[in-house]
């Protein structure tokens, strides 16, 4: 490895106030040789990609070079958290191997953690830490900070206000992991989703990165049908149209008939929605999304978890506007599951 390629640069760490060195690749030195569809970038020769985290070897504070100054959080939390988390580290001056690379970006995710950094900036860090894992040949280390990542941009997906990329991009992200993961047919809604935005025109890349990889998705997903002779979620053959001004997906014949039947039942909304994070049951989440898929199936029309759980609590808002005579989660259950019972035909 030519040495020439390499140089150091004195940094101040912003928690502790250590001085360490750092180092850096000459700009001159980095040769690209392709780019791939989860924005991951393949070298020629050095990888940058090794040295992106800058460590300080004192309080083990963490950070991208781009973001090293830039402190999340109250710093001294922070440093009192590195404190009780340090561990012994090797030294991650000079050549770094991509072992110790990757344990840089471990580091710099626990920094994030510790210092309760959004989902939006724990994201890139642990998609990295897949990055190099599979460069390695560690496959299930690159399956499980692959499914972390994925976790994580969804997250940051459903948070507006601290997204570091424009929702298409994230839309295009979210559905080419769960490509990687062999979720085919989520990977195929969340492409559509992405490709047929509004504001995909704006990103003409993003725009031809989601077709290529939705077409991809869909083969994939029928070759998977193929296989295992159920269990796929049917996706259509073309990408369906977009409905002027809005990412959700149309089907022309059903489009008029929907927006009379949709006048006739949507109830008066009480005001503008408001976003917040919710946490389920893997089986409620799984049963959500199996909810979702069912107009894509039928009808070619894109509906997300969010719509569903709007449309359950509307209905329930509805029939039932006031539920007393509970005093906890299951008492609420058992309560709408009489209220349902009651509402069946015959009973």
Partial sequence: MNADAFFTQRKTCPVCGKEFAATRIRSSSIRVKERLPDFRTVFEGINPLHYQVFVCPACQYAALENRFDQVTGDRLQLRRGLLDAFSPEPDFSG??????ALRTFELALRTAQIGGAPASLQAPLTLRVAWIARDMGWNDLDRRYTEGALRLYEAAFGDDRNAKSSTVTLMYLIGELYRQLGQY????????????HPDVKK????ERLARQQWSLAREQNKAGEQESGSGQVEVSETLPPAEPGSGQFVNAQSTE???RDMAKTTRKRLGPKIRF???LYEDELDWLKRLSAVPYAEGKVFMDKETVLRALLGA???????VRGFTDEDGLRQRFIEAMQKEKPGS
């Avoid at 050549?95 to 110790?100: A, D, L, V, W, Y």
């Avoid at 990103?203 to 993003?206: A, C, F, G, K, L």
């Fill in 95 to 100: 050549i770094r191997t991509p072992e110790t």
């Fill in 185 to 196: 047919a989520e990977a195929v809604r969340w492409l559509a989703k992405a490709a047929m």
């Fill in 203 to 206: 990103e003409p890349e993003i």
């Fill in 257 to 259: 008939s929907n927006e």
């Fill in 277 to 279: 994070n919710v946490t």
């Fill in 316 to 322: 329930a808002m509805e029939a039932w506007p006031e």
